[in-house]
Every structure is written in structure tokens, then in C-alpha cells.
């Protein structure tokens, strides 16, 4: 059923973030949320930073973004793309778990991660960047008494500036369900046998060719999604399925590699999750122009497919570089 009130906390995590009681003695970043609201295992991938709650509806956290993350390097001088996509899904997390009563270990099934950033507001200083986040939850769904799924839009701010906009669309499984859902597929692991050859890393934007999740078929469009052991995106190697994130970082890469040699800095993001993308399955990644519904833009769609099935479908827009 919709909820239309104050959907009743279970967790009594209301108000700032004092720590991570995880985190090293003299750890040198900002105190952030616990680890298990972002379903972050590694600090330094903890972007959130505290929560509070403003109305039935409404939601004011805070952020930082690192300037030297050891995977999401700055691109031509501003935050990498992707941040902004994770920084969007913790929050939702967060607000699921502490405020709309959805227990840990219960299961999150992304459907959409909308946004679209403002590039001159993402230059990297010489530390964090922090920032704040207006959040509206609206189409609100409960069965059995838990949130069942949600629709979180987002307004990301630097020192009163806007960095970006966007909205995430999730579905919630109790570990119950999820497990029907995914059947045998719930023992599922990533294999650990040598990934095959990656694209040149130059194409990708990546800094390192064990960073490059594509490798080259025989279509100059096409490629092969590849993870290689230990790589960046990769998490939480216990998941029974190949994480959205990595996808969307895939989908930059192929857009990155489908216009090279010409810089492509895109700074809107867009993708509709399918299906989940299995492991041991050969995961087809295809880019192509599309076009652009602004001027002076130029956009790319990126499809991911299992089996001829697809999984994903993200488009990306950049502007043109100026003449």
C-alpha cells in the first residue's frame, strides 16, 4: 500500500553521525555513519556523514567527497561522475535503514539512478569537499508493516551551490524473499580465475589497465565486462551478483572508449537496472550515439545484456568540448 505520513523509525539513529566505531584510531577522514546504513565495508568509501530529519517527508545529511580516493580519481580536474551516483544510493541506504524502518541485512533492488551535475560546482581542492543534501521521499510503499519500496529525490549543495540533482527509485526484500527471488543464484560467487585482456586504459579514462572493466570483442562498439581480482569497484566480493555500481562505472568507461580520442566528460547520468547481472555469465556491454536533447551536447547509450536479456541501459551526456 502507499504511506502518506511519517513512516515510524525502528532504529534509534536520528540525528548526527558521532563516529564509525569501525574506523582506525586517527583515521583522517570525517566521523561517517556506520558502515552497515551504506552497505560500505571500507571506510574510505563512506560518503555520508550524518542525517537529520526536517519532516514526515523531508531530510537534511551531509557529505564529503574524498580528493585522493584510491579508485574514483578526479577526471580533467573535478570529482569523478560516479560519486555523485554512490552519493545518491548511501543516502538513500541511510534513510532506509534509520529513518523508514527497514531493517540490516534486508535486501535493496535499485530500479533507477537518475542525476545530473553542475561541472563548475566539482573542481577538487586540495581537500575533502563538503557538501549537503536536501532529500524528499515520496511514493512510499509498506508491506507487512517495513518499506517495501521508494522513491528518493536529491539536491546536492556546496557551500549554498548547486552540485547536483537527481532521484533513485529502490525496492526493499526481507532476506525471505530475496532468497525465493534469486533461487540457486543466491550462492552465487565471483569466480576467481584470470579476467581476460583489458582495453587500453587510455580509452577508459581509467589510471591503470587493472581498473579497465572492458574488454575488446570484434565489434568496435562492443565489449566484454571484466573484473579483475581485487578491483576497486568490486566491494563486497560476497555478493551473488555483479554490483550496480560497477555496471555504471562500466557504462562510463564504454562511453569514454566509443568517443575517443575526443575527451567525453559527461555530466548527466542516467540508467534503468533490468535484471540483475549474474555472475559466470558473459556480460555484453554496447555503446552508440544517441542524440542529444540539448545543443552543444553529446550523448551515448550504453546497454549491458545476459544472454540477450538486458540488464542495464544507461545514457550519458557531456558537453561538446568549446571550438
Not at 553521525?17 to 568509501?45: L, M, S, Y
Not at 537527481?166 to 543464484?185: L, M, N
Not at 555503446?287 to 541501459?313: D, I, W
Request: aromatic letters at 6%; charged letters at 15%; a positive charge.
Amino acid at each position: 500500500m502507499h504511506v502518506s505520513g511519517t513512516v515510524q523509525p525502528r532504529a534509534p539513529h536520528q540525528t548526527h553521525a558521532k563516529g564509525n566505531h569501525g574506523a582506525a584510531a586517527g583515521h583522517r577522514h570525517d566521523p561517517c555513519v556506520p558502515r552497515e546504513f551504506v552497505h560500505r565495508p571500507i571506510v574510505d568509501d563512506i560518503l555520508v556523514t550524518s542525517w537529520r530529519r526536517l519532516d514526515d517527508s523531508r531530510f537534511a545529511l551531509t557529505a564529503r567527497w574524498p580528493h585522493d580516493h584510491g579508485y574514483f580519481t578526479p577526471v580533467h580536474g573535478r570529482h569523478h561522475l560516479i560519486l555523485t551516483g554512490e552519493t545518491i544510493r548511501q543516502a538513500g541506504l541511510l534513510l532506509c535503514h534509520t529513518e523508514l524502518g527497514v531493517p540490516v541485512g534486508h535486501h535493496f533492488i535499485l530500479g533507477n539512478l537518475v542525476y545530473t551535475t553542475h561541472p563548475e560546482q566539482l573542481a577538487v581542492g586540495g581537500g575533502p569537499t563538503r557538501l549537503t543534501i536536501d532529500v524528499t521521499c515520496s511514493r512510499m510503499r509498506l508491506r507487512g508493516g517495513t518499506l517495501s519500496s521508494g522513491h528518493f529525490t536529491m539536491t546536492i549543495r556546496k557551500a549554498g551551490r548547486i552540485v547536483a540533482t537527481g532521484y533513485s527509485d529502490v525496492a526493499v526484500a526481507s532476506p525471505a524473499v530475496y532468497r525465493r527471488i534469486r533461487g540457486e543464484r543466491v550462492a552465487a560467487r565471483r569466480t576467481l580465475g584470470p579476467p581476460p585482456a583489458p582495453v587500453p586504459h587510455q580509452l577508459t579514462g581509467s589510471a591503470m589497465d587493472s581498473d579497465v572493466l572492458l574488454s575488446p570483442t570484434d565489434r568496435s562498439s562492443g565489449w566484454e565486462l571484466r573484473i579483475a581480482p581485487g578491483h576497486g569497484a568490486m566491494v563486497n566480493p560476497a555478493n551473488d551478483h555483479i554490483p550496480g555500481m560497477l555496471l555504471l562505472d562500466a557504462a562510463q568507461q564504454a562511453a569514454r572508449a566509443l568517443t575517443a580520442p575526443q575527451a567525453f566528460v559527461p555530466y548527466a547520468f542516467g540508467t534503468e537496472f533490468h535484471r540483475y547481472a549474474e555472475h559466470g555469465i558473459p556480460c555484453s556491454i554496447v555503446a552508440r550515439h544517441v542524440p542529444s536533447a540539448l545543443p552543444s551536447t553529446t550523448t551515448v547509450q550504453v546497454t549491458g545484456s545476459q544472454e540477450g536479456k538486458p540488464v542495464f541501459v544507461s545514457t550519458l551526456t557531456a558537453l561538446d568540448a568549446q571550438r
